[in-house]
């Protein structure tokens, strides 16, 4: 079993940067990919950004150049880096991680970001 605990959600005006944290706690030496989800109202979950172990990344389309995914597997933390954000990037945002091997992702428990036009 995996724990992860996002921070670092909150209110920004358009144009502003927010930097989200998640730690993962418990058995975290077989995490493989890490990541972002985010759900706005009304809408689906939707990928945001995940890496790999190994630091292969991936974005979504409407996030590519504005936010950056990192990842620390020593103090297995993950971090996204969100820049130039948008009112469309209000969202609630949960962390993600995965064995990689076919068994569901554990979650964090989500935290919000609000961005004013």
């Known amino acids: 079993q995996v724990q992860l605990v996002e921070s670092g959600g909150g209110l920004v005006q358009a144009g502003g940067s927010l930097r989200l944290s998640c730690a993962a706690s418990g058995n975290t030496r077989s995490l493989a990919g890490m990541g972002w989800y985010r759900q706005a109202p009304g809408k689906q979950r939707e990928l945001v950004a995940g890496?790999?172990?190994?630091?292969?990344?991936r974005y979504a389309d409407s996030v590519k150049g504005r936010f950056t995914i990192s990842r620390d597997n020593a103090k297995n933390t993950v971090v996204l880096q969100m820049n130039s954000l948008k009112p469309e990037d209000t969202a609630v945002y949960y962390c993600?991680?995965?064995?990689?091997?076919?068994?569901?992702?554990?979650w964090g428990q989500g935290t919000q970001v609000t961005v004013s036009s």
């Open positions: 890496i790999s172990r190994g630091g292969s990344t």
């Open positions: 993600y991680g995965g064995y990689g091997d076919g068994s569901d992702n554990f």
